[in-house]
DNA sequence: ACGCTGATGAAG
DNA sequence: TTCATCAGCGTT
């Protein structure tokens, strides 16, 4: 029987697309993440495909800051940040540099590695493990330290995973945002236990 | 439906 | 310096 490879990361030039093909892409892809000599795995059910300043919902639209300088940087990065003084939200940043786009992860299905997320997440429930941006990033372990990682270089990348035909692909508006409602910019997978749901 | 929680950036 | 805002979560 076949194993999963875990160790080939996506090469930068899978990030230097269009946020939107990227976060279409990403579907059926496996987040890795190298903790503690342990592998925490999971598959990419949800994206949001956030542009740069043309985007009025994007952390770029307005510039770069402090906090966003990461998306402006060149692609096959990690943009991480802080979101309601509590929660971590983990992107790639997409693009050629200076064009300032991202994929925020919103959702997994965990692959390998669930103790360990249990533990990290204070829960047995596997629903709930990562079924969102907050909860996959306490369940891998990320924080603010992961801001501007290089993704085909360190001890987070993202694998090729299955390939998702397209019907099985959804596509919504961004969850939560209040500008720039309305633009189909969400995809996850269709009838996946582990999209978020609010 | 609501409270928690604190960084962010714009306004002054 | 103050203030409204925020791409979330958990409990009710």
């Given at each position: 029987?076949?194993?999963p490879?875990?160790?080939?990361?996506?090469?930068?030039?899978?990030?230097?697309?269009?946020?939107?093909t990227?976060?279409r892409?990403?579907?059926?892809k496996v987040?890795i993440?190298?903790?503690?000599?342990?592998?925490?795995a999971?598959?990419?059910?949800?994206?949001?495909?956030?542009?740069g300043?043309?985007?009025?919902?994007?952390?770029?639209?307005?510039?770069?800051?402090?906090?966003?300088?990461?998306m402006?940087?060149?692609p096959?990065y990690?943009?991480?940040?802080l979101i309601?003084?509590?929660?971590?939200c983990l992107?790639?940043?997409?693009?050629p540099?200076?064009?300032?786009?991202a994929?925020?992860?919103?959702?997994?299905?965990p692959v390998?590695?669930?103790g360990e997320m249990?533990?990290?997440?204070q829960t047995?429930?596997h629903?709930?493990?990562?079924s969102g941006p907050?909860?996959?990033?306490?369940?891998l372990?990320?924080?603010?330290?992961?801001?501007?990682r290089?993704?085909?270089?360190?001890?987070l990348?993202?694998?090729?995973g299955k390939?998702?035909?397209?019907?099985?692909?959804?596509t919504?508006?961004?969850?939560?945002i209040?500008?720039?409602a309305?633009?189909?910019h969400?995809y996850?997978?269709?009838?996946?236990p582990?999209?978020?749901s609010?």
């Amino acid at each position: 029987m076949n194993h999963p490879d875990t160790t080939t990361k996506l090469p930068r030039e899978f990030y230097d697309r269009s946020a939107l093909t990227v976060a279409r892409d990403l579907l059926g892809k496996v987040v890795i993440r190298r903790w503690r000599d342990i592998l925490l795995a999971g598959m990419i059910v949800e994206t949001e495909a956030y542009l740069g300043k043309t985007d009025a919902a994007s952390h770029a639209a307005r510039g770069k800051t402090g906090r966003n300088a990461v998306m402006f940087g060149p692609p096959g990065y990690a943009y991480v940040y802080l979101i309601y003084g509590r929660y971590y939200c983990l992107n790639f940043v997409t693009g050629p540099e200076g064009r300032a786009e991202a994929v925020l992860i919103r959702a997994l299905e965990p692959v390998a590695g669930v103790g360990e997320m249990q533990t990290l997440r204070q829960t047995s429930r596997h629903r709930n493990l990562t079924s969102g941006p907050g909860k996959l990033c306490q369940a891998l372990s990320i924080g603010m330290d992961f801001n501007g990682r290089d993704l085909t270089a360190g001890r987070l990348y993202v694998t090729a995973g299955k390939a998702v035909p397209a019907p099985a692909i959804g596509t919504s508006p961004r969850i939560g945002i209040r500008k720039a409602a309305g633009l189909p910019h969400r995809y996850f997978i269709r009838n996946n236990p582990y999209v978020s749901s609010r």
